[in-house]
């Protein structure tokens, strides 16, 4: 049984069970965005640096997991480092803890086909100009 049968066999969800939700996301949409940013280099570079530390934090294990390092899709002054793999295993605790130093938060969440997403957040990316 996956996720979605587990949540949905026993009930009936309609559009407007989510409509508090929906109205919140269109609130957020419409506001303001500084009209011009330049890029923050200093945490262009902790974010790359993340990144290459996870590498070599994996590389020991083997490990087929994904790595995508990114600017966020809904926020552009969010970066983040996705590492995403069936498991994640990481021996090498020091690159681990030098992965995380820079990052302002670290999350770890089940995905779908059992897989499993780490994300390391980057806030200040980018710095509004004026």
Known sequence: ????E??????????????EID?????????????????NMQR???????CAAIKRALRETNSDASIDCRQHEFE???GVVDIESVDIM????????RA???AN??????????????????HGLTMPIG
Not at 6 to 19: S, T
Not at 105 to 122: A, S, W
């Open 1 to 4: 049984m996956d996720f979605d």
């Open 90 to 97: 990481i021996r090498d605790t020091e690159w681990f803890a």
């Open 23 to 39: 109205a919140l996301i269109e609130q957020l949409e419409t506001l303001q965005r500084p009209e011009a940013s330049i890029l």
């Open 6 to 19: 587990m949540i949905f066999d026993d009930a009936e969800f309609f559009d407007e069970d989510f409509a």
């Open 100 to 102: 995380a130093e820079f």
């Open 44 to 50: 262009v570079q902790q974010m790359r640096f993340s």
């Open 105 to 122: 938060n670290t999350e770890i969440y089940p995905l779908k086909e059992n897989k499993v997403r780490l994300t390391f957040g980057f």
């Open 76 to 78: 552009s002054s969010l």
